[in-house]
């Protein structure tokens, strides 16, 4: 059986868990410098959303992912940014932008700050996530990694456990793309990411029960703390979808 830890509302995302550890490139946790205080609060300056999304752009599955609730007509309270530039798309580059963000915007909520997530997959991310781990955590940032990659979360959308047929590459840096390639051998026609947002309530089930913790607070090998973020989206989304799935 596969040893997990389950994450426990009452402790900070960041509180360590003791599973198994698998195979990962180990190092030091280096906290980056602080990298906003140029930065200025832009008075009177107010986006449409209590909840901010950051993902990489150059990954097309995210972007479908989450292409529906992107529509700020039927879902004013979260915002999709999608980071584009070249020399962003690393977890520093994704950081940078939320701490710009965290730092110039206001929220719509006066006594409910908005809440930002970066997403990541490990891919061969390892150390640089780890190098922004500490400062995630100290400026309340969310920090949401799929190991190896964001099929890993589609994955669950139609499975409840872990996979046990996939062969693992001994190159980790082959993992993720092989990966992608057993998903859409797996679901016959592959897992359509637009449409995969509809089963977000069993995806965090089956992602949440699965979920185990490398000791250095990376998600182990097809696993996701997707599923965090999920449940904190799911009240702003959740009455939205039910009813464009009806219509």
Avoid at 27 to 44: C, F, L, M, Q, S
Avoid at 126 to 138: A, F, G, S, V, W
Wanted: aromatic residues 10%; proline residues 6%; glycine residues 4%.
């Amino acid at each position: 059986m596969r040893s997990y830890t389950k994450p426990n509302p009452e402790k900070p995302l960041h509180t360590p868990t003791s599973v198994k550890q698998r195979e990962v490139v180990e190092t030091a946790v280096i906290p980056i410098t602080e990298a906003n205080e140029h930065y200025r609060k832009e008075d009177g300056v107010r986006m449409p959303y209590a909840f901010l999304v950051i993902v990489s752009g150059g990954e097309v599955r995210e972007r479908n992912y989450f292409k529906i609730i992107s529509n700020q007509t039927k879902f004013r309270q979260v915002k999709i940014e999608f980071v584009a530039d070249r020399n962003q798309l690393n977890p520093d580059g994704l950081l940078q932008t939320a701490l710009y963000k965290q730092e110039h915007y206001k929220t719509s909520q006066e006594d409910e700050p908005d809440k930002i997530f970066i997403l990541s997959d490990v891919d061969h991310f390892t150390n640089d996530l780890l190098r922004i781990k500490p400062e995630c955590e100290k400026l309340d940032i969310g920090l949401i990694i799929s190991n190896s990659c964001f099929e890993v979360w589609l994955y669950y959308s139609k499975f409840s456990v872990c996979p046990t047929d996939f062969k693992t590459p001994q190159n980790p840096l082959k993992i993720s793309q092989s990966f992608k390639t057993y998903l859409d051998k797996k679901v016959k026609g592959g897992v359509n990411p637009t449409k995969a947002i509809f089963d977000i309530i069993e995806t965090i089930k089956n992602a949440k029960s699965n979920y185990a913790e490398l000791p250095n607070g990376i998600p182990a090998l097809f696993s996701t703390n997707m599923f965090i973020l999920a449940e904190q989206l799911l009240p702003l989304i959740g009455d939205q979808l039910k009813k464009m799935r009806t219509e």
